[in-house]
T-cell receptor
Framework: DGGITQSPKYLFRKEGQNVTLSCEQN?????MYWYRQDPGQGLRLIYY???????QKGDIAEGYSVSREKKESFPLTVTSAQKNPTAFYLC????????????????FGEGSRLTVL | AQSVTQPDIHITVSEGASLELRCNYS??????LFWYVQSPGQGLQLLLK??????LVQGIKGFEAEFKRSQSSFNLRKPSVHWSDAAEYFC??????????????FGKGTKLSVKP
């Protein structure tokens, strides 16, 4: 079955450490996204990538980094520069843009919960 | 700037009662509109979407939503709520031609609790 796989589901980090969250999709989707979710805040966009080897900052990119070396993979690194990294992180993909060329539907992984100790 | 407002943070309804979750958007053109549902600790699942045409759209799990351009609204409805509908619901607006916000802008969500 096609879908998006995020790992790990739970991750604990000490302050000052970088951690990388994995996101893999086998939907053959072009665009991939990382969102951060905090209680009562909805989803906030961290980074997105519409094609391989290209990515764009979202609204809250500071303290995060990404890469897109393969179409299927879009890992997110939470760096020590992120002041408040404890959150639920969601990866998503879309077949195309939210316009005439695409379905407009985002497919989500099951999320990764990061806790800083 | 584009935005989505879900005025109700938390709603509690009795099982079997009807439900309406409100969503208002701000966007300069005809939007693409979505409702997603999220169970605790899970990702989001698409309930329904509006692109064009009939303003009343049907979705999964017995949900429907009506696009009202004059009110900039896209409210979600269900005639009879089941206990399994307890979850958080997110309204989203799609930006047609990309942009810095990555195509979809989400509201902050409405948490639905269902009383037996």
């Amino acid at each position: 079955d096609g879908g998006i796989t995020q790992s790990p589901k739970y991750l604990f980090r000490k302050e000052g450490q970088n951690v990388t969250l994995s996101c893999e999709q086998n939907l053959n989707h072009d665009a991939m996204y990382w969102y951060r979710q905090d209680p009562g805040q909805g989803l906030r966009l961290i980074y997105y990538s519409q094609i391989v080897n290209d990515f764009q900052k979202g609204d809250i990119a500071e303290g995060y980094s990404v890469s897109r070396e393969k179409k299927e993979s879009f890992p997110l690194t939470v760096t020590s520069a992120q002041k408040n990294p404890t959150a639920f992180y969601l990866c998503a993909s879309i077949a195309g843009l939210a316009g005439p060329r695409g379905t407009g539907e985002l497919f989500f992984g099951e999320g990764s919960r990061l806790t800083v100790l | 700037a584009q935005s989505v407002t879900q005025p109700d943070i938390h709603i509690t309804v009795s099982e079997g009662a009807s439900l309406e979750l409100r969503c208002n958007y701000s966007y300069g053109a005809t939007p693409y509109l979505f409702w997603y549902v999220q169970s605790p600790g899970q990702g989001l699942q698409l309930l329904l979407k509006y692109f064009s045409g009939d303003t009343l759209v049907q979705g999964i799990k017995g949900f429907e939503a009506e696009f009202k351009r004059s009110q900039s609204s896209f409210n979600l409805r269900k005639p009879s709520v089941h206990w399994s509908d307890a979850a958080e619901y997110f309204c989203a607006v799609g930006i047609r031609y990309g942009g810095s916000q990555g195509n979809l802008i989400f509201g902050k969500g409405t948490k639905l609790s269902v009383k037996p």
